[in-house]
């Protein structure tokens, strides 16, 4: 059954509907807008490299949410993206740790576009020589990245966090491992995970919502579902947790200034729904309020030569994993952590010292979400999922002003105090 929420103060309505076999549906209709934005998206990332076989699990190549990707726009007698460019459509796809999503914006032709991007996910192609071709394209696109200082920095520093576990690998994979990959296991994989229970639908433009929906229940009610993928996502997680932190790790690039990562591994979450949204909107404002560029902590690091422009922080909290990484391009690499560390326990010990700005960040943060709302895409890729109940961009201008100073600094200890580090450097 349709649902229709309600921003008035947006002057906004978000239907949302789950179909009998699970599949998600959000629709963000936007008349006045002249353009179109919609994304396919499967809660299958590269940590997922387990399924089910002969009654019992099998271990996948690494990098194979990846490839499926890669191969998914190649159908027997044409290319997907040949289709988008044909009705004037801009598309795209990624893969992340847990999700691969599929994407188009257009403004025109949203039927037709529609209906491409419903067909490339839908019916898989997977062709043994085209495979073939596939994997050297992807293995050179793999040593790109490995030769990139900044890539390398990023998962590196990951993979000694979670070492020896599903996060520990590329995200493409490595070029022994893809080289291995069958179209036996593509099948097998994309028959488990493609399914309508581990797929959401998202669609913020100039639409019929009537329309939408019919065409999508034309293509998916038929669907069957696949009630095993939260057991096979809980070994994915359980290995995660099993893994060992890997304190210190130096690696040669024969840079002329040494980049640093530092690591930080916070506990798994319990936690779902609008409390992780909380949860994740509180531990980023906490970082702001230290590492903004407007914040005053920022600015005597930065007078003081402790951080520069490369300077920069990114944190990823998921089910079954959160971490935080710090990067920065310097020769003082020891004193680059340590003196983050002791920012953060300072601001943790005193947090007085810091709270003096809250309103301000609170206030910028709720400007940015402002601002994602001019954007079809902005809005399209802040509609939640199910981790958080769909949280969107509307609720969380609503979350953003009910939260305290305090409950930042809860967040913040909830993470920072039961966690592990990591020391990764490229010289």
Same mark, same amino acid.
């Given at each position: 059954?349709?649902?229709?929420?309600? %921003?008035?103060?947006?002057?906004?309505?978000?239907?949302q509907?789950?179909?009998?076999?699970g599949?998600?549906?959000?629709?963000?209709?936007?008349p006045?807008?002249?353009?179109?934005?919609?994304?396919?998206?499967?809660?299958?990332g590269?940590?997922n490299?387990?399924?089910?076989?002969?009654?019992?699990?099998?271990h996948?190549?690494?990098?194979?949410?990846h490839?499926i990707e890669?191969?998914l726009?190649?159908?027997k007698?044409?290319?997907?993206?040949d289709?988008?460019a044909?009705y004037g459509?801009?598309?795209?796809?990624?893969t992340?740790?847990n999700?691969?999503?599929?994407?188009?914006?257009?403004?025109?032709?949203f039927d037709?576009?529609?209906?491409?991007?419903?067909?490339l996910?839908e019916?898989p192609?997977?062709?043994e020589q085209?495979?073939i071709? *596939?994997?050297?394209?992807?293995?050179?696109?793999i040593?790109m990245?490995q030769?990139d200082p900044?890539?390398r920095?990023?998962f590196?520093t990951?993979?000694?966090l979670?070492?020896?576990?599903?996060?520990?690998?590329?995200i493409?994979?490595?070029k022994s491992?893809?080289?291995?990959i069958?179209? *036996?296991?593509?099948?097998?994989?994309?028959?488990?995970?493609?399914?309508?229970?581990?797929?959401?639908?998202?669609?913020?433009?100039?639409v019929?919502v009537?329309k939408?929906?019919s065409?999508?229940?034309?293509h998916?009610l038929?669907?069957?579902?696949?009630?095993?993928?939260?057991?096979l996502?809980k070994?994915?997680?359980?290995?995660?947790?099993?893994?060992?932190?890997i304190?210190?790790?130096?690696?040669?690039?024969?840079?002329?200034t040494p980049?640093v990562g530092?690591?930080?591994r916070?506990p798994?979450?319990?936690?779902?729904?609008?409390?992780?949204?909380?949860?994740?909107?509180?531990?980023?404002m906490?970082? *702001?309020?230290?590492?903004?560029?407007?914040?005053?902590? %920022?600015q005597?690091?930065y007078?003081?030569?402790?951080i520069?422009?490369?300077?920069?922080?990114?944190?990823?909290?998921?089910?079954?994993y959160?971490?935080?990484?710090?990067?920065e391009?310097?020769?003082?690499?020891?004193?680059?952590?340590?003196i983050i560390?002791a920012e953060?326990?300072?601001?943790?010990?005193?947090?007085?010292?810091i709270e003096?700005?809250f309103e301000l960040i609170?206030?910028?943060?709720?400007?940015?979400h402002?601002?994602?709302?001019?954007?079809?895409?902005?809005?399209?890729?802040?509609m939640?999922?199910r981790?958080?109940d769909?949280?969107?961009?509307?609720? *969380?201008v609503e979350?953003?002003?009910?939260?305290s100073f305090?409950?930042?600094?809860?967040?913040?200890?909830?993470?920072?105090?039961?966690?592990?580090t990591?020391?990764?450097?490229?010289?």
């Amino acid at each position: 059954m349709m649902n229709k929420i309600n %921003y008035e103060q947006f002057n906004e309505c978000v239907y949302q509907e789950t179909l009998s076999n699970g599949l998600k549906v959000i629709i963000n209709p936007k008349p006045d807008f002249n353009s179109t934005y919609a994304s396919l998206s499967v809660d299958f990332g590269s940590i997922n490299t387990v399924i089910s076989k002969n009654q019992g699990i099998k271990h996948l190549p690494t990098g194979i949410a990846h490839f499926i990707e890669h191969k998914l726009f190649d159908k027997k007698n044409y290319d997907s993206s040949d289709r988008f460019a044909k009705y004037g459509a801009e598309n795209n796809a990624f893969t992340s740790f847990n999700q691969t999503s599929y994407l188009f914006s257009a403004t025109t032709d949203f039927d037709d576009n529609f209906k491409t991007l419903l067909d490339l996910v839908e019916n898989p192609y997977f062709d043994e020589q085209k495979i073939i071709k *596939e994997q050297g394209i992807i293995g050179q696109e793999i040593m790109m990245y490995q030769d990139d200082p900044s890539s390398r920095i990023y998962f590196d520093t990951i993979a000694s966090l979670y070492s020896e576990s599903p996060l520990s690998f590329d995200i493409a994979g490595s070029k022994s491992s893809i080289f291995k990959i069958t179209p *036996e296991e593509l099948y097998d994989t994309y028959h488990q995970y493609y399914v309508p229970n581990n797929m959401t639908l998202v669609v913020v433009g100039k639409v019929d919502v009537t329309k939408i929906i019919s065409e999508v229940k034309g293509h998916f009610l038929n669907l069957t579902t696949n009630n095993s993928i939260e057991n096979l996502k809980k070994i994915v997680n359980q290995e995660i947790e099993n893994s060992l932190v890997i304190p210190y790790k130096k690696t040669t690039m024969k840079l002329s200034t040494p980049k640093v990562g530092l690591g930080i591994r916070g506990p798994q979450i319990n936690f779902f729904g609008r409390t992780f949204s909380r949860y994740e909107l509180s531990l980023g404002m906490f970082l *702001e309020l230290i590492f903004s560029e407007d914040s005053d902590i %920022y600015q005597r690091l930065y007078d003081n030569q402790i951080i520069n422009d490369s300077f920069g922080f990114d944190f990823d909290i998921e089910d079954g994993y959160q971490f935080l990484i710090f990067a920065e391009d310097t020769k003082k690499t020891e004193k680059f952590c340590d003196i983050i560390l002791a920012e953060i326990n300072d601001c943790l010990v005193n947090p007085k010292k810091i709270e003096s700005q809250f309103e301000l960040i609170k206030n910028e943060e709720i400007g940015d979400h402002f601002a994602l709302m001019d954007s079809i895409s902005g809005i399209a890729n802040q509609m939640g999922d199910r981790l958080n109940d769909f949280t969107n961009v509307y609720d *969380e201008v609503e979350i953003i002003k009910n939260l305290s100073f305090n409950e930042i600094i809860d967040a913040a200890k909830n993470f920072f105090e039961n966690s592990q580090t990591t020391r990764n450097v490229i010289i």
